[in-house]
T-cell receptor, first 115, second 109 residues
Framework: EPEVTQTPSHQVTQMGQEVILRCVPI?????FYWYRQILGQKVEFLVS????????KSEIFDDQFSVERPDGSNFTLKIRSTKLEDSAMYFC?????????????FGQGTRLTVV | GIQVEQSPPDLILQEGANSTLRCNFS?????LQWFHQNPWGQLINLFY???GTKQNGRLSATTVATERYSLLYISSSQTTDSGVYFC???????????FGKGTKLSVKP
């Protein structure tokens, strides 16, 4: 069964460092998303990406965040200068094999710890 | 924006018991999904159910879109059912999901 894969599963980084989280969405999907979940809290939307550009972003997605689809399979989230409060589980998701508002599938997550 | 409320926030069951989890949402939606977050943090798709009723083994779900709620039924619960159950909806034009705060389920042997 097709799945969304994320790497790495865990990342520990020093405050102020740049991190890149990687995702391979399901191959025929057209819409890609990043979400984050701070420990013990609900899952929050960060950004959606369609047709090689950001289609929507939340207030959380400020200038320190960026997304890119560098090739035909990968989708990345970059955090330029990490802060302690960026520590969270980051989920990549994809949907839209048959259009918008179809079922979204999530990767297993990357647990980011900023120290 | 759309508000999503889940109840109860916490639920403790004995193995074998049945349960009903509820999700209320504040506006019409295009998509509604139920997820189970396992102890490792993974979000497992349970149901894609913007309306109607679906069943998968011991789990079933019903969404009454006109009344803005969805129910997740777990029958004959097992310890492996423990975790957090999230309801998520999309009412906008871009497909992003809005999650509720979840119901934390603990099934005791």
């Amino acid at each position: 069964e097709p799945e969304v894969t994320q790497t790495p599963s865990h990342q520990v980084t020093q405050m102020g460092q740049e991190v890149i989280l990687r995702c391979v969405p399901i191959s025929n999907h057209l819409y890609f998303y990043w979400y984050r979940q701070i420990l013990g809290q609900k899952v929050e939307f960060l950004v959606s990406f369609y047709n090689n550009e950001i289609s929507e972003k939340s207030e959380i997605f400020d200038d320190q965040f960026s997304v890119e689809r560098p090739d035909g399979s990968n989708f990345t989230l970059k955090i330029r200068s990490t802060k302690l409060e960026d520590s969270a589980m980051y989920f990549c998701a994809s949907s839209g094999g048959r259009g918008l508002n179809t079922e979204a599938f999530f990767g297993q997550g990357t647990r980011l710890t900023v120290v | 924006g759309i508000q999503v409320e889940q109840s109860p926030p916490d639920l403790i069951l004995q193995e074998g018991a049945n349960s009903t989890l509820r999700c209320n949402f504040s506006d019409s939606v295009n998509n509604l999904q139920w997820f189970h977050q396992n102890p490792w943090g993974q979000l497992i798709n349970l149901f894609y159910i913007p309306s109607g009723t679906k069943q998968n083994g011991r789990l079933s779900a019903t969404t009454v879109a006109t009344e803005r709620y969805s129910l997740l039924y777990i029958s004959s619960s097992q310890t492996t059912d423990s975790g957090v159950y999230f309801c998520a909806v999309n009412g906008g034009s871009q497909g992003n999901l809005i999650f509720g705060k979840g119901t934390k389920l603990s099934v005791k042997p």
